[in-house]
């Protein structure tokens, strides 16, 4: 087994990239997507700083069923749409929100939540999942953190 510990004087972009080596070597060979996911919610607990939530929603028949995750309990359905994950899902792309409470519709899972970062994964042109990254700490996102998680997407989109 790998061990993985990013270090503390990384900057924003060494942690996204130390992530990303983490997880394709965590990931690589293995072909069950929920271990896979697993893993890799662990991974981002490990590598991402100042989160209340990190993990995984999957798209299944029309809907985003919770997956593998680390923080506290969640909401287990979101409808394709609806809230941060469901919007993400729904029009593929990236959802940045500096401040959750001033998002239309925004699902509260974690009340401590302020602000979130959802990226789609997608597959042959589909959203299979969401990685969905929550804060409590207001603007905790950037397009720096977008570009990190879309990166990930990318490489787990064949991986679960």
Excluded at 34 to 53: E, S, T
Excluded at 96 to 113: K, N, T
């Amino acid at each position: 087994m790998h061990q993985f510990s990013p270090d503390p004087a990384w900057s924003k972009a060494e942690l996204h990239s130390g992530l990303l080596e983490a997880a394709d070597a965590i990931t690589a060979g293995e072909s069950d997507a929920i271990a896979n996911m697993a893993n890799v919610a662990a991974l981002i607990w490990q590598f991402l700083p100042d989160l209340n939530w990190g993990g995984f929603y999957r798209a299944i028949g029309g809907e985003l069923v919770l997956g593998p995750f680390c923080g506290l309990p969640a909401c287990i359905r979101i409808p394709l749409g609806s809230g941060v994950c469901g919007t993400a899902a729904a029009s593929g792309a990236t959802q940045i929100v500096p401040d959750v409470q001033a998002f239309p519709g925004h699902i509260a899972c974690d009340a401590a939540s302020r602000s979130e970062l959802v990226v789609p994964v997608i597959r042959s042109g589909e959203v299979i999942a969401v990685i969905d990254l929550d804060s409590p700490i207001p603007a905790r996102f950037d397009a720096e953190d977008a570009a990190g998680i879309e990166a990930l997407a990318r490489l787990l989109a064949s991986r679960i």
